[in-house]
């Protein structure tokens, strides 16, 4: 018995050297080998290695928390986490495979779809990673042509507020953006100035009771939910600067006082850029970002993507994903 668990010991080690992708191949040439590579301590070692240097996760594919907070052996017993099927439903590449492999009809459905002459869908973005980061998401965004191309300036306004700048991707698909800020551009230059939060002026609070302790709640300003109520998405840029400290909670309740059910369809989606402002800064995790901001307590699409302000790394996968998930709901 001992010589049989050193030889299994062995071949944990030996298939750990092996990639996840390579282990599938490994597991389809025969049944024992299939059953060899669904051994959850070898996936669970794998999805805990893999994750930190995944760019993208989504409502559908965010591995629980509890795996992080538990060891192995608490949560092995009768099977309780199938890390194989984890894995390989959080990581990007499955992701993008199972995408690949639906049915045909909707790009079909997309033919369609552009014969029809519809308003180019609007997006309201907001958040931390707009106001604090040292090189400007927005700047950069109107200033390369070559990654996103500028289709037209505001020429309305919603209650007060910008209706927002057209915006082009390669395939002729024009969206809106509406940029909110919380402050004025010069308070928003002394806040980074001087490494200070400054005052978020699109909200007020409300306090509530909730159990034993007082709870946050916010509620946007007139102007704002004005724009909430004609938008088809929201994009959420937040400071993913791991040097940063941040109070999620306070994140989380603005989030949702935006996304409102009170104030619009409550499907619309939402796209969280998990920002920082260029390659050499370290970040936080996307998975740890998606857990810190508690988006799986949200009851609507949301997708979470790394991206680069200075670069744009990331901005287009995320936006692709936004006006898909937008053009659906409007189809429904």
């Not at 619309?268 to 850029?273: E, I, N």
Request: some cysteine; glycine content about 6%.
């Amino acid at each position: 018995a001992a010589l049989n668990g050193f030889q299994i010991d062995v071949q944990l080690n030996i298939m750990s050297f092996l990639s996840p992708q390579d282990l599938c191949r490994l597991g389809s040439t025969s049944c024992y080998w299939r059953g060899a590579v669904q051994d959850p301590l070898l996936w669970r070692y794998f999805l805990l290695r893999d994750l930190p240097s995944w760019t993208s996760v989504d409502w559908k594919s965010l591995p629980d928390v509890e795996i992080f907070n538990k060891a192995f052996s608490e949560v092995s017993d009768n099977a309780l986490y199938d890390y194989m099927s984890i894995y390989k439903r959080s990581c990007p590449q499955g992701r993008r495979s199972w995408k690949s492999s639906r049915p045909r009809y909707g790009t079909v459905t997309s033919f369609l779809q552009s014969l029809v002459t519809q308003a180019e869908p609007r997006f309201a973005m907001f958040g931390p990673g707009l106001e604090e980061l040292d090189d400007s998401l927005v700047q950069k965004m109107m200033t390369c042509p070559e990654i996103l191309l500028l289709a037209g300036l505001p020429q309305r306004q919603i209650h007060g507020i910008g209706s927002g700048v057209s915006f082009q991707l390669n395939n002729n698909q024009k969206f809106n953006i509406v940029t909110l800020y919380s402050t004025t551009s010069v308070e928003r230059r002394r806040a980074r100035e001087e490494q200070a939060v400054a005052v978020n002026k699109m909200f007020y609070q409300e306090n509530s009771i909730a159990g034993s302790q007082q709870a946050v709640h916010y509620s946007v300003i007139a102007q704002v939910r004005k724009v909430c109520e004609v938008v088809d998405g929201f994009i959420y840029v937040a400071n993913a600067e791991a040097h940063r400290e941040r109070d999620r909670q306070e994140e989380l309740a603005r989030i949702l006082a935006m996304i409102d059910p009170a104030l619009g369809p409550p499907n619309r989606p939402l796209l969280v850029l998990s920002c920082v402002s260029h390659v050499g800064v370290k970040r936080i995790p996307c998975v740890y970002m998606a857990h810190q901001l508690q988006l799986n307590l949200l009851h609507q699409p949301w997708m979470m993507q790394d991206t680069v302000a200075a670069t744009l790394d990331g901005l287009l996968s995320g936006i692709e994903w936004l006006l898909e998930e937008a053009n659906c709901k409007s189809a429904q």
